[in-house]
C-alpha cells in the first residue's frame, strides 16, 4: 500500500463508464500528491458495450463483459460509493445521493452513459423493458430465458424497438440465444418469433449503404420480420400502434431507441443540449461550471458533434484523464480533436460480425474473431490489474531476527477492521505486568475479562460498558461509520444488555479543513444513522488528526442481573450456534490486495452491516445460556475463551461452520488477514481429527472478524428451533456447528472434527 499524503483536493467520478474506468487505472498507476479520488457509483461492476452483445448471445460469462469497480477503486487508492446519484449542488459543490449524505468534490467528473428515450410514448415505461440501465435490463434477460425453458410455447413473439446498431445487434443476440436455450434445431423455431421496429427508412441508417445492404440480408435469413418507417406512438401490454395505424403484437416488449439523459443533469443547472446532455467544450469540460468534466454519452461536445457510442467513451478517456489532472494541478485544460470515421464491428449473434469503417463494410466469422480479439484486450488493462504486493524490504536486522522480518514484510499491508487488533497473546502478556485495582463494583473487568466491562448501578442491574476502535477496513469512510457503530454495539449485545449512550473516538486523515471535515462528517453519519436506529444517544467524544482514518466508540448500556450473559455458564450437551457466516479478515486483505471480486466484499459489507441486535432477542427467546461475539480472535479464540471461563470443551463440525462467498477462493490463494498468524497460538488447545487441518476451511476458524456474529450456546432440545427462528429474522446463514463436551485429558479444549 502506498504511503497516503495529505489531502488538498476532492475529485468525485459520477459513473463506472468507459472513460472512468481509464481514469482510474492511471491514477493507480501515477497517483496526484494530495489528491482523493471517490468513485460513485450505483452498481459495483460496469458492463462493457463492446462484449454485452456477445454475453446476451452467450459467448461470454458475465465477469468477461464487465469491469469489477471494486479491485480497480482500490487499486487507483480511490473512495468508493456505492449509491444512486439523485442531483449535484454545484454551489457548495456536493454529489446528491439516495441513501446517505452528500459527497464533496473540488472537481466533478461525470461518465453515467445514457438511457434509452421513451420520447413520450404512452405505456413504454410500464410495459417495455428498456436496455438501460444495463442491470436492469440483465434481470429482465434472465427472467425472459427462464421462461422460455421453463414455459416452451408454440408461438412466443419479442419485439424490439430501436433500428440502430444497438437494436439490431441486441435482437440477433437474443434470438441466437434463446433458440438455444428453448432447444430450437436448424429447422425450426423454437416457437420464437422476432420483429424489429424502426421509425427509420431502413435498419442502421447512420452506416453505409454496404452495412444496411449486408444486416437487410443477415436479418432477412434469420427470419426476422422488420418494420421500417414506423414510429411507435403507443404501448399497451400486449401490443404497440406505430404513427401508421398499425398494431403489433408481441409477449416481450424491449426498447432500444435513441439515448437520453437523466433528468437530474438537467434539474442540477448545468448547460446541457436540448436533449439534455451536458454541453461540454473540446476539452470536455461543463461550458457553465469548469469544475465539472463530462465524458461518453452523457457528454454533448458542442464542438465536435458524434453519435453516442461507446467507441468514442473509450477514446475520450485519455484525454479526460489528462485534462483533469491539469485541472487539479490550476493549469488550463487541452482541447481535443475525436476522429471523424472510426471502426464498427457489429456482431450477428452466431459467432459471425460485420465491419463498417466509413465507405467500407466486410463481413464474416474472422470479422467476429477480430471484434473478440480486440474486446479481450481492451478488457484485460482493467481485469488483470497489477499486483497490489508487499513493499520491497529495507535492508535486514543485523540478527536477521524472523520476527521483525515478519513485522517488516506485512507492515505495508496491515488489515483495518478488527484485522487491526493487537493479538491476543500480546494483550495478554501486556494485561499480566500491569497492576490492575479490583473494586467490588467492577463484576466483570480485567481481572476476568469478558465481551464488555460491567458495573453495578443499582440494587438489580447493571452498567455494561465497552470500547472499540479500529483502522478503516473499507473505502468508504460514511460505510465504515457503520459498520463500526454495529461492531462496537456487539459487545453490549453479547452481554444481554441494551445499549443507551456512546462516546465518539475519531482520528481524521490529515488534509486541509474542508477535507478533514468532511472526512469526519461522512464516518459520523454513518455512524449515527446505526446508533439511532437502536435507539442509542451520542453524547460526546474526542477527535484528532493523523495519517489515516481511525474510528470508533466508547459505548454504554444496562442490564438486568438475571438477564446478564457471560462467556460462561456452557452446560455440557448442549448446542453451539453462529448466527453470522465467517471470513470478513480475509476478504478485507484480498480486497486491501486488489484481489477480491466486487461480489464478495459487498457480500462482507452486508453481513458486518447486519446488527446483533436481533440475534440476541431471538437467543433470549430459546434459553441462551452463554454469549460472546465472534470478532478479532477469531471464531476459535472466542470459543476457547467460551470454554475456559465455563470450565467445558467444545467440539466443531467444521463442514457446518457457514462461510462468506470468496473465503476459500482467497485463503486458497495465500491471503491471510494480518491478524490471523497471531490467532493460530489458540492451535495448542485444539485437536483435529484426520486430515482436516489441510482442508482451507480449516484456516477460516481463526479469522478475525469485524462485526461478527454471536456464538451461542443453546440447550440441545430448543438449538434446531433457534436456528430456524434466527433465519426468519433475517440471519439466513445462522447454523448449528458444534456441541459442549467435557474436557479431554489430554487437555485439549477443543475438538474439530468433519
Not at 452523457?298 to 468514442?312: M, N, Q, T, W
Not at 479481450?376 to 535492508?395: A, F, H, I, S, T
Not at 524472523?402 to 496491515?414: D, I, P, Q, Y
Not at 493460530?680 to 480449516?698: I, N, T
Request: charged fraction near 25%.
Amino acid at each position: 500500500m502506498r504511503a497516503q499524503s495529505p489531502v488538498a483536493k476532492e475529485l468525485v467520478l459520477i459513473g463506472g463508464g468507459h472513460s472512468h474506468v481509464a481514469v482510474l487505472k492511471q491514477f493507480g498507476m501515477k497517483p496526484m500528491p494530495g489528491v482523493r479520488v471517490t468513485l460513485v457509483s450505483k452498481e459495483w461492476r460496469t458492463p462493457y458495450s463492446g462484449m454485452l452483445p456477445g454475453f446476451i448471445a452467450g459467448h461470454y460469462q458475465m465477469e468477461e463483459a464487465h469491469i469489477d469497480l471494486h479491485p480497480l477503486a482500490q487499486f487507483a487508492g480511490a473512495q468508493f460509493v456505492v449509491d444512486k446519484v439523485i442531483g449535484i449542488d454545484l454551489e457548495r459543490r456536493r454529489v446528491l445521493l439516495a441513501d446517505r449524505p452528500p459527497v464533496r468534490f473540488d472537481v466533478l467528473s461525470i461518465n453515467i452513459g445514457s438511457t434509452p428515450r421513451d420520447e413520450g410514448v404512452p405505456g413504454a415505461r410500464e410495459y417495455a423493458l428498456p436496455v438501460k440501465p444495463v442491470e436492469r435490463f440483465l434481470s429482465g434477460w434472465e427472467s425472459l430465458q427462464r421462461e422460455v425453458m421453463e414455459e416452451p410455447r408454440e408461438r412466443r413473439r419479442i419485439v424490439v424497438v430501436g433500428g440502430g446498431a444497438g437494436g439490431v445487434e441486441l435482437t440477433l443476440s437474443m434470438r441466437h440465444r434463446l433458440r438455444q436455450v428453448s432447444g430450437a434445431g436448424n429447422g425450426s423455431a423454437g416457437g420464437l418469433e422476432f420483429c424489429l421496429v424502426t421509425a427509420g427508412k431502413e435498419v442502421l441508417e447512420s452506416h453505409n449503404r454496404g452495412v444496411r445492404r449486408r444486416f437487410a440480408r443477415i436479418l432477412r435469413e434469420r427470419g426476422i420480420e422488420v418494420h421500417s418507417g414506423q414510429r411507435v406512438v403507443k404501448v399497451s401490454a400486449e401490443r404497440l400502434i406505430t404513427d401508421g395505424g398499425e398494431e403489433i403484437p408481441y409477449d416481450r416488449l424491449i426498447w432500444v431507441t435513441n439515448a437520453s439523459a437523466p433528468d437530474w443533469i438537467r434539474a442540477s443547472g448545468l448547460k446541457t443540449d436540448s436533449e439534455g446532455f451536458v454541453s461540454v467544450d473540446a476539452a470536455l469540460r461543463s461550458v457553465s461550471h469548469p469544475y465539472v468534466f463530462a465524458a461518453g454519452d452523457v457528454a454533448a461536445v458542442l464542438e465536435h458533434p458524434r453519435p453516442k457510442s461507446g467507441v468514442f467513451a473509450v477514446r475520450q478517456g485519455p484525454v479526460l484523464l489528462g485534462n483533469l489532472r491539469q485541472v487539479l494541478s490550476d493549469q488550463s485544460p487541452v482541447n481535443f480533436r475525436p476522429q471523424r470515421q472510426f471502426l464498427s464491428l457489429i456482431s450477428t449473434g452466431d459467432a459471425y460480425a460485420v465491419a463498417s469503417r466509413g465507405p467500407i463494410s466486410f463481413e464474416g466469422r474472422w470479422v467476429w474473431r477480430w471484434k473478440d480479439w480486440i474486446d479481450r484486450r481492451w478488457m484485460r488493462r482493467y481485469q488483470e490489474l497489477p499486483e497490489m504486493g508487499e513493499e520491497r524490504l529495507p535492508e535486514a536486522a543485523a540478527d536477521g531476527h524472523s520476527e521483525w522480518e515478519r513485522v517488516m514484510r506485512l507492515g505495508s499491508m496491515r488489515c483495518g477492521g478488527c484485522g487491526s487488533k493487537v493479538g491476543s497473546g500480546v494483550l495478554r502478556r501486556v494485561l499480566n505486568r500491569l497492576e490492575v485495582r479490583t473494586d467490588e463494583r467492577v463484576v466483570a473487568g480485567l481481572d476476568a475479562p469478558d465481551d464488555a466491562a460491567v458495573t453495578v448501578s443499582e440494587p438489580g442491574a447493571m452498567n455494561v460498558h465497552s470500547v472499540d476502535f479500529f483502522r478503516s477496513c473499507v473505502s468508504d469512510p460514511f460505510v465504515f461509520g457503520k459498520i463500526a457503530a454495529e461492531h462496537c454495539l456487539g459487545d453490549l449485545y453479547a452481554m444481554g444488555a441494551e445499549p443507551c449512550s456512546a462516546l465518539a473516538l475519531a482520528t481524521a486523515r490529515l488534509g486541509v479543513a474542508s477535507v478533514m471535515e468532511e472526512e469526519l462528517f461522512q464516518v459520523m453519519s454513518g455512524a449515527l444513522e446505526v446508533l439511532k436506529g437502536h435507539g442509542v444517544v451520542l453524547a460526546g467524544g474526542h477527535s484528532a488528526e493523523g495519517p489515516e482514518a481511525v474510528f470508533g466508540l466508547a459505548v454504554l448500556g444496562s442490564v438486568r442481573r438475571e438477564a446478564l450473559l457471560r462467556k460462561g455458564g456452557m452446560a455440557v450437551g448442549e448446542q453451539l450456534i453462529l448466527t453470522k457466516p465467517l471470513g470478513t479478515g480475509a476478504l478485507l486483505a484480498a480486497h486491501m490486495r486488489g484481489r477480491a471480486k466486487g461480489k464478495w466484499v459487498q457480500g462482507a459489507v452486508a453481513s458486518m452491516l447486519r446488527s446483533n441486535r436481533e440475534a440476541l432477542r431471538v437467543a433470549r427467546e430459546h434459553g441462551v445460556t452463554a454469549c460472546t461475539d465472534v470478532t478479532g480472535f477469531g471464531l476459535l479464540g472466542h470459543l476457547h475463551e467460551m470454554c475456559r471461563a465455563s470450565q467445558t470443551g467444545a467440539e466443531v463440525r467444521l463442514e457446518a461452520v457457514p462461510l462468506l462467498e470468496g473465503v476459500r477462493e482467497v485463503m486458497a490463494g495465500g491471503v491471510f488477514s494480518s491478524l490471523h498468524a497471531e490467532n493460530l497460538r489458540v492451535e495448542d488447545s485444539v485437536e483435529v481429527v484426520g486430515a482436516l487441518r489441510e482442508r482451507v476451511e480449516f484456516g477460516a476458524l481463526f479469522d478475525p472478524q469485524t462485526s461478527g456474529g454471536l456464538l451461542l450456546s443453546v440447550p440441545a432440545d430448543r438449538a434446531e428451533k433457534c436456528c430456524q427462528a434466527l433465519r426468519e429474522a433475517g440471519l439466513e446463514f445462522a447454523a448449528e456447528i458444534g456441541r459442549v463436551t467435557g474436557v479431554e485429558e489430554a487437555g485439549k479444549l477443543i475438538r474439530v472434527v468433519k
